[in-house]
């Protein structure tokens, strides 16, 4: 696609643009060559200073987290949900807690309604 900023690899490798390997056995001369296509594709001393350069920055990120009261990035409720919903344990009918717990209250009004204050 577009969007993707690197060019994707050919399905299937095309024979003009397949690699010429040498025509040896001899594991001399099959050294060279992959050595001398290492070197020709890859800058391998940038390579090296990038992932020195990585790591450093990498260590000093850790060296300043380290440092300090640790923030932990669990979520903890600040309230307790064991008392915020309606749970049947032993409190009599659950249809009693749920009007009980309803807002606004059903009860209250209905007690307001016949005159029981």
Do not use: C, M
């Not at 920055?57 to 600040?78: C, F, M, T």
């Amino acid at each position: 696609t577009a969007s993707f900023p690197f060019p994707t690899p050919p399905r299937s490798p095309s024979p003009a643009k397949a690699p010429v390997l040498p025509e040896t056995a001899e594991p001399a001369k099959l050294l060279a060559y992959f050595t001398d296509e290492v070197h020709a594709r890859w800058d391998l001393e940038r390579i090296r200073d990038d992932v020195l350069q990585s790591q450093r920055r990498r260590r000093l990120v850790y060296s300043a987290l380290i440092k300090g009261v640790p923030s932990i990035w669990d979520y903890e409720p600040r309230v307790d949900p064991s008392g915020k919903y309606i749970r049947n344990q032993g409190q009599g009918a659950l249809d009693d807690a749920e009007l009980i717990s309803r807002w606004p209250r059903v009860l209250q009004q209905a007690a307001n309604a016949l005159g029981a204050n």
